[in-house]
Nanobody, 123 residues
Framework: QVQLVESGGGLVQAGGSLRLSCAAS????????MGWFRQAPGKEREFVAA????????YYADSVKGRFTISRDNAKNTVYLQMNSLKPEDTAVYFC????????????????WGQGTQVTVSS
């Protein structure tokens, strides 16, 4: 069982930056593929970014490529999402998730989810 707790959300102006963190419980964090998803009001949850177990391979949605960076610190059981050049359309609740298998961008591939953190980007 893995518990995930996100933090770092907030209100930021367009063009600004935020860094989200997701702290995981348990001793097997390094065995999980980690991902970030987001859900805007009235929209479906969508894939944002994912990172392999070692941190050597990262994957991004086209909408955030070049602006967001996912990273992890396996010693601290934490995954991060650095978000730069934020746009109003990035406004959403951001969720981190852990997958025992693969699947990268598929929600169904992830076994554990956090409760989410709100990110609001004002224009």
């Amino acid at each position: 069982q893995v518990q995930l707790v996100e933090s770092g959300g907030g209100l930021v102006q367009a063009g600004g930056s935020l860094r989200l963190s997701c702290a995981a419980s348990g001793r097997t964090f390094s065995s999980y593929l980690m991902g970030w998803f987001r859900q805007a009001p009235g929209k479906e949850r969508e894939f944002v970014a994912a990172l392999s177990r070692s941190g050597g391979s990262s994957y991004y949605a086209d909408s955030v490529k070049g602006r967001f960076t996912i990273s992890r610190d396996n010693a601290k059981n934490t995954v991060y999402l650095q978000m730069n050049s934020l746009k109003p359309e990035d406004t959403a609740v951001y969720f981190c998730a852990a997958a025992r298998g693969g699947g990268v961008s598929r929600m169904s591939a992830y076994d554990y989810w956090g409760q989410g953190t709100q990110v609001t980007v004002s224009s």
